[in-house]
């Protein structure tokens, strides 16, 4: 393994972990915005864990390919 194929891998693993967390920040400022109209009891929000799932999925196989 050379310098660059390290670099790149550390980089990866750097970058999916901020993509990671970027994303989670993201849903739970939709999530609480969307359940501000909401009754004061249900403070859940139906969609926003399906559409976090939907997106770290997306990741995963937005990189599957580009390692192909």
Known sequence: MNINQIVNMV???VMRRVMS???NAG???VGRKMSKGQ???TTDVP???DSAK???QMIR???RTGRM
């Open 21 to 23: 967390r970027g994303i």
């Open 54 to 56: 939907q997106a770290k």
């Open 61 to 63: 196989m937005t990189g």
């Open 47 to 49: 969609g926003a864990r």
């Open 27 to 29: 849903m739970d400022v």
């Open 39 to 41: 009754p004061e009891g």
């Open 11 to 13: 980089i990866r693993m």
